[in-house]
T-cell receptor, first 115, second 111 residues
């Protein structure tokens, strides 16, 4: 059974703080993703990684960076947290279904509040 | 850029009524996926459709992929309280690996 874990379920940080969100998957998946989820906006892709040390920007990368030093771990970094980054953050890894399609497995999410 | 929209955003139904959510993409999709997120939970993969006009069923859930491969629907027959949650569709984004998720439809079932 695929397991994706995230370091915290709830996090409260102050404006300007550097924030690290950690994600670990145990199924040797190549691809990992960070999304944020906001009401009415669905899931929006921040960054993704298709291999160790490789990363690509998603649709809303501004204000975020990522790190993937090991295959199983993908970190999301908020260099200087702002109140508009208050959101639910979801990590996912993906399994190939063949023919260029992938099933995504999500972690439980981290609800981040920036005050 | 590529967009995937879903309607309605919210739907409240009485238990036993049917429910349908619609997904529309601004571009043609090679496949479409559906996910369910229970309240307080995380999205879980339900199914993938690949062929034009494809219809798949999972018990009371019927999934359809449009002929032009730009739209899809999820229909639930005789809803139950266990169907409560948010349903997302997702289609492949530009490039590889990534998916664009729809805005989601939040279903509430009243007992």
């Amino acid at each position: 059974d695929v397991k994706v874990t995230q370091s915290s379920r709830y996090l409260v940080k102050r404006t300007g703080e550097k924030v690290f969100l950690e994600c670990v998957q145990d199924m040797d998946h190549e691809n990992m993703f960070w999304y944020r989820q906001d009401p009415g906006l669905g899931l929006r892709l921040i960054y993704f990684s298709y291999d160790v040390k490789m990363k690509e920007k998603g649709d809303i990368p501004e204000g975020y960076s990522v790190s993937r030093e090991k295959k199983e771990r993908f970190s999301l970094i908020l260099e200087s947290a702002s109140t508009n980054q208050t959101s639910m953050y979801l990590c996912a890894s993906s399994l190939s279904l063949g023919q260029g399609s992938y099933e995504q497995y999500f972690g439980p999410g981290t609800r981040l509040t920036v005050t | 850029g590529q967009q995937v929209m879903q309607i309605p955003q919210y739907q409240h139904v009485q238990e036993g009524e049917d429910f349908t959510t619609y997904c529309n993409s601004s571009t043609t999709l090679s496949n479409i996926q559906w996910y369910k997120q229970r309240p307080g939970g995380h999205p879980v993969f339900l199914i993938q459709l690949v062929k034009s006009g494809e219809v798949k069923k999972q018990k009371r859930l019927t999934f359809q992929f449009g002929e032009a491969k730009k739209n899809s629907s999820l229909h639930i027959t005789a809803t139950q309280t266990t169907d409560v949650g948010t349903y997302f569709c997702a289609g492949p984004g530009s490039g590889t690996y990534k998916y664009i998720f729809g805005t989601g439809t939040r279903l509430k079932v009243l007992a």
